[in-house]
T-cell receptor, first 116, second 113 residues
Framework: NAGVTQTPKFQVLKTGQSMTLQCAQD?????MSWYRQDPGMGLRLIHY???????DQGEVPNGYNVSRSTTEDFPLRLLSAAPSQTSVYFC???????????????FGPGTRLTVT | ELKVEQNPLFLSMQEGKNYTIYCNYS?????LYWYRQDPGKSLESLFV?????AVKQEGRLMASLDTKARLSTLHITAAVHDLSATYFC?????????????FGTGTLLAVQP
């Protein structure tokens, strides 16, 4: 099992550019989520999905879009990058609450994004 | 609104000493997680605590949960350099089963020889 994979590992964007961060998991998890990690602020939830075709907003969704066409993939799109979106982005997956005992989230390796 | 507070934010300790990291949360939750993050790396699950009074131990780390006090602790026994990392607690948002987590700001632990 590869677990949760993310691409790219690093990315530099200019203000106003758009891009898609890729996330895939091979554990057949229904729940997938995107977080951003900023110094001194822990991880904050951007968007999440409880299954193919179902997505919802987290704490900090502005400037990001997601879609979930398959169980495996959950891409995060930056529509028009801003310097405030400079951060480390983590994708995570887990079984749905109520389907497993622990439902711990498994995290991908992260994408370090810099917007200039 | 669920808030999760960790303290201390930074902890420098000597090898061989004991210390405790505290995680307070503001509303009812059915589970609490502890994660470890090494510099530049991803998050690794350490413990999942499901009920009041739950205690779990792995090596030099022991986590406990008091749901009435809305407090979890991560106790470090006889610290070694390999434990240097950032430790996060995370709480399920809202009552009942949920996947949505609120993370604390993290505790950066530096173990000095």
């Amino acid at each position: 099992n590869a677990g949760v994979t993310q691409t790219p590992k690093f990315q530099v964007l200019k203000t106003g550019q758009s891009m898609t961060l890729q996330c895939a998991q091979d554990m057949n998890h229904e729940y997938m989520s995107w977080y951003r990690q900023d110094p001194g602020m822990g991880l904050r939830l951007i968007h999440y999905s409880v299954g193919a075709g179902i997505t919802d907003q987290g704490e900090v969704p502005n400037g990001y879009n997601v879609s979930r066409s398959t169980t495996e993939d959950f891409p995060l799109r930056l529509l028009s990058a801003a310097p405030s979106q400079t951060s480390v982005y983590f994708c995570a997956s887990s079984p749905l609450a109520g389907q497993g005992v622990y439902n711990e989230q498994y995290f991908g390796p992260g994408t370090r994004l810099t917007v200039t | 609104e669920l808030k999760v507070e960790q303290n201390p934010l930074f902890l420098s300790m000597q090898e061989g000493k004991n210390y405790t990291i505290y995680c307070n949360y503001s509303t009812t939750s059915d589970r609490l997680y502890w994660y470890r993050q090494d510099p530049g790396k991803s998050l690794e699950s350490l413990f999942v605590l499901l009920s009041n009074g739950a205690v779990k131990q792995e090596g030099r780390l022991m986590a406990s949960l008091d749901t009435k006090a809305r407090l979890s602790t991560l106790h470090i026994t006889a610290a070694v350099h390999d434990l240097s990392a950032t430790y996060f607690c995370a709480v399920g948002r809202g009552g009942g089963a949920t996947n949505k987590l609120i993370f604390g700001t993290g505790t950066l632990l530096a173990v000095q020889p």
